[in-house]
Nanobody, 117 residues
Framework: QVQLVESGGGLVQAGGSLRLSCAASGRTFSNYAIGWFRQAPGKERESVAAISWSGGSTYYADSVKGRFTISRDNAKNTVYLQMNSLKSGHTAVYYC??????????WGQGTQVTVSS
């Protein structure tokens, strides 16, 4: 099991940027792929981006391609989500999760991102 803590959320104006961090502890961080998810009020949780254990492979939801960048620093046990050109539709609680096998089994508590228009 790996413990995950998100940080970096907050209130930002439309067009602004935020960088979220997902800090891990516990088992060997580099064994895990990491995904970012978000859940807006009244909506289901959706996948935003993901990165392989080595950082060599990434995935982005169509809605964030060109705006968000996922990266990781295994020496710091941290994954980042750089979010640029934010708009009100990006308002949500953002979660990171770890996947060693076929499913994301370990989740953080989430960090609130609010984009004001």
């Amino acid at each position: 099991q790996v413990q995950l803590v998100e940080s970096g959320g907050g209130l930002v104006q439309a067009g602004g940027s935020l960088r979220l961090s997902c800090a891990a502890s516990g088992r060997t961080f580099s064994n895990y792929a990491i995904g970012w998810f978000r859940q807006a009020p009244g909506k289901e949780r959706e996948s935003v981006a993901a990165i392989s254990w080595s950082g060599g492979s990434t995935y982005y939801a169509d809605s964030v391609k060109g705006r968000f960048t996922i990266s990781r620093d295994n020496a710091k046990n941290t994954v980042y989500l750089q979010m640029n050109s934010l708009k009100s539709g990006h308002t949500a609680v953002y979660y990171c999760a770890a996947r060693e096998g076929n499913s994301y089994d370990d989740w953080g508590q989430g960090t609130q991102v609010t984009v004001s228009s």
